[in-house]
């Protein structure tokens, strides 16, 4: 889509908080320090900010989806307070391996790209403008498959998933903090 708005697709885990393996309560959420103000830059750019999220723990039975909307809540709140709101959270809720009816092959599960198609159809995403910043291989994977242009952080498993990456992605820069990766993306605009 083109003459949309210029977007930036994150993941949650190991981007904008440290990664808890199946985060259950909100006390476990902890901001990496310098995502408020970069969010907050991107945002007075005229990025939208948007949330793209695997939550295969609510498959599994680990937490539900009212969960993961309160940890969204939860952490919008708190970016609030920082002039570093999300405009919107997308999550896929399903894994083969988990419980029915959430044990199912979706197209919303990353790298699959239904959470990408949504936010473009609902927010008039122009993919040529947008980015996603993630730290896990099926995040790059899935800005690859959307179009859009991917920033692989070291944060993480940024630093696990590097070598996967750059073999099949290696025009896709590796960035060592968020901050980093938000000075990449108002460099390029």
Avoid: W
């Amino acid at each position: 889509m083109t003459n949309g708005s210029k977007t930036v697709f994150l993941d949650r885990d190991g981007v904008l908080i440290h990664d808890v393996h199946y985060l259950s309560d909100l006390k476990q959420i902890e901001f990496f320090s310098d995502v408020p103000d970069g969010l907050r830059k991107l945002k007075n750019k005229g990025y939208q900010l948007i949330m793209i999220t695997n939550q295969s723990g609510v498959a599994r039975g680990y937490f539900d989806e009212s969960f993961v909307l309160e940890s969204f809540q939860y952490i919008n709140r708190i970016l609030k307070q920082a002039d570093a709101e999300l405009d919107m959270m997308y999550f896929c809720p399903h894994h083969p391996d988990g419980y029915p009816p959430l044990n199912i092959v979706c197209d919303c599960r990353k790298p699959a790209t239904g959470m990408i198609r949504k936010a473009t159809k609902e927010f008039k995403v122009d993919n040529e403008k947008s980015y996603m910043i993630g730290d896990k291989y099926c995040d790059i994977e899935l800005a690859a498959n959307a179009h859009i242009k991917g920033i692989h952080l070291a944060t993480g498993y940024g630093k696990e998933h590097s070598k996967k990456v750059m073999e099949k992605f290696p025009k896709t820069p590796y960035l060592n903090t968020f901050s980093e990766a938000v000075e990449y993306i108002l460099l390029s605009d």
